[in-house]
């Protein structure tokens, strides 16, 4: 397979993993796995144009939907009217997906915290039951929930 093979195999396959990972459509999937693996500075409107060979309009919503979530964003060129799209700062996309992965599970730990008041309330025998499970199964949330606040700061402090 050469490179350019290789290259759209794995496009193809970035694209079914953000499309499932991040909830993208399948077009902006794609776009984005282009903008990760592409060899040039950043891609214009044009290059996803070709490269994808959607519709102007299916092309230009993808585009404004990855700016939107902060995925991508782009740069001009002295002299060229033309957007240049790219990844976002590599740093920026790394800490937001810990961050949308911290939101995740603050929001479990609260869930699970409700569930057991609620069986200590109503369902005592069952909150007995599962005392020592939540408990472990918390834990293992809150040393996750600082692996992940430890990440960020790590990400955050490398160009400081």
């Known amino acids: 397979m050469n490179k350019e093979e ?18 993208l459509p399948p077009l902006a999937a794609r776009i984005f796995a282009n903008l990760v693996v592409t060899d040039e500075d950043g891609l214009t409107f044009e290059d996803c144009l070709e490269k994808r060979g959607a519709s102007k309009s299916s092309i230009s919503t993808s585009l404004n939907l990855l700016q939107q979530i902060g995925f991508i964003n782009y740069f001009t060129k002295a002299g060229d009217r033309k957007r ?8 920026a996309f790394f800490i937001n997906k810990l961050k949308q992965s911290l939101k995740k599970l603050e929001a479990e730990c609260k869930i699970i915290d409700k ?40 990400l955050k402090n ?3």
């Open 115 to 154: 569930v057991g008041e609620y069986n200590a309330l109503h369902n005592p025998a069952k909150y007995i039951e599962n005392k020592e499970k939540k408990e472990v199964y918390l834990k293992c949330l809150e040393q996750t929930r600082d692996i992940y606040k430890k990440t960020i700061n790590n």
């Open 6 to 23: 290789s290259k759209q195999v794995l496009i193809e396959e970035l694209g079914v993993y953000f499309e499932t990972e991040y909830d």
């Open 158 to 160: 490398l160009h400081e």
């Open 84 to 91: 240049y799209f790219k990844v976002s700062e590599k740093d």
